[in-house]
T-cell receptor, first 119, second 113 residues
Framework: NAGVTQTPKFQVLKTGQSMTLQCAQDMNHEYMSWYRQDPGMGLRLIHY???????DQGEVPNGYNVSRSTTEDFPLRLLSAAPSQTSVYFCASRLGTQLKPTQSGYGYTFGSGTRLTVV | AQSVTQPDIHITVSEGASLELRCNYS??????LFWYVQSPGQGLQLLLK??????LVQGIKGFEAEFKRSQSSFNLRKPSVHWSDAAEYFC???????????FGKGTRLSVIA
């Protein structure tokens, strides 16, 4: 299993450009989410999805769009990049939203991150 | 709404000394609690987790954490710190179902000789 794969690992954008951060998992996880990490702020939730066709906003959704057309993929789109979106982005997934933590297989898997710089 | 507080932004300890990183949560029911570690430029690695049962949980790399419901705390401990433990540590709270994982802002650990 590859786990959670994020691409690209590094990206530099100019203000106003658009791009898509890719996140793919091969574990048949229902739950997927995007976080951004900034110094002193920890990880803040951007968007999450509990299954194909279902997405919801997190703490800091402005400037980002997501969709979930398949179980495997959960891309994060920046429509018009701003310097405030310079950050490290992490994708995380989890098996079955109805699975209890005491059940086998429960646990979050994180991707290795995408470092984005907007100039 | 769930929230997680890590009161210490930065802690410095001597190698071989004991360590305790604090974590307090705000949550109505019994939370599911996690500690993650992040080395510079790396992703997140799960150290340990608490769901139910014994309130003292053991993790990897010699870490342990104790859940104290009365204090809404889940502090991370290690009896003897090694230089390789220098990293950032995150406490997180979640649950089953559709509620996302919520992270604290992290505690940066420096280890000196």
């Amino acid at each position: 299993n590859a786990g959670v794969t994020q691409t690209p690992k590094f990206q530099v954008l100019k203000t106003g450009q658009s791009m898509t951060l890719q996140c793919a998992q091969d574990m048949n996880h229902e739950y997927m989410s995007w976080y951004r990490q900034d110094p002193g702020m920890g990880l803040r939730l951007i968007h999450y999805s509990v299954g194909a066709g279902i997405t919801d906003q997190g703490e800091v959704p402005n400037g980002y769009n997501v969709s979930r057309s398949t179980t495997e993929d959960f891309p994060l789109r920046l429509l018009s990049a701003a310097p405030s979106q310079t950050s490290v982005y992490f994708c995380a997934s989890r098996l079955g939203t109805q699975l209890k933590p005491t059940q086998s297989g429960y646990g979050y898997t994180f991707g290795s991150g995408t470092r984005l710089t907007v100039v | 709404a769930q929230s997680v507080t890590q009161p210490d932004i930065h802690i410095t300890v001597s190698e071989g000394a004991s360590l305790e990183l604090r974590c307090n949560y705000s949550y109505g029911a019994t939370p599911y609690l996690f500690w993650y570690v992040q080395s510079p430029g790396q992703g997140l690695q799960l150290l340990l987790k608490y769901f139910s049962g014994d309130t003292l949980v053991q993790g990897i790399k010699g870490f342990e954490a104790e859940f104290k419901r009365s204090q809404s705390s889940f502090n991370l401990r290690k009896p003897s710190v090694h230089w390789s433990d220098a990293a950032e540590y995150f406490c997180a709270v979640g649950e089953s179902g559709n509620t996302p994982l919520v992270f604290g802002k992290g505690t940066r650990l420096s280890v000196i000789a």
